[in-house]
């Protein structure tokens, strides 16, 4: 699966937890994002990408109380098949649903090892760098 997600935990902040197989995930998420940085709930089309905002479905927030929002920037060909938030939501959100309830509630941000282990082992999960 190759996207780019960028998240929040309860604790932590804005954090890359998969990085789309991108040395640097940054410039990508910013060209997908560029313009709609506060948009609470989004999806827009980026030539082969798809950008996806939405808030935590099961309403989970940060120790401010904020809903902790999800940012996805989502390649081809799993791109192909979102055409909306909802699509989003059905088709990308069970692919990170379980990784993020393994992570979000972690007191400190989540190291490289936490994230591989949060995805079953894949050695390419992701990173902990800051958005």
């Known amino acids: 699966m190759s996207l780019i997600w960028a998240t929040r935990g309860r604790s932590w902040g804005f954090r890359f937890l998969r990085d ?8 990508a998420y910013e ?7 506060s948009e609470p ?6 030539g082969k990408q798809v950008a996806l905002r ?4 099961k309403d989970r927030c ?4 904020r809903v902790i929002p999800h940012d996805i920037v989502v390649m081809s060909p799993l791109a192909d098949d979102v ?3 909802e699509d989003g939501q059905r088709i990308v959100w069970p692919l990170l649903a379980e990784a993020f309830a393994r992570l979000w509630d972690l007191p400190r941000p989540p190291s490289a090892s936490d994230l ?7 050695p390419s999960s ?3 760098r800051s958005a």
């Open 20 to 27: 789309g197989g991108f040395t640097d995930p940054l410039p």
């Open 31 to 37: 060209r997908a994002f560029a313009g709609i940085e």
């Open 41 to 46: 709930t989004m999806y827009r089309r980026v």
């Open 54 to 57: 939405f808030p935590d479905p």
């Open 62 to 65: 940060d120790e401010a109380g």
């Open 83 to 85: 055409r909306s938030v």
């Open 116 to 122: 591989r282990e949060a995805v079953d082992g894949d």
């Open 126 to 128: 992701g990173t902990s």
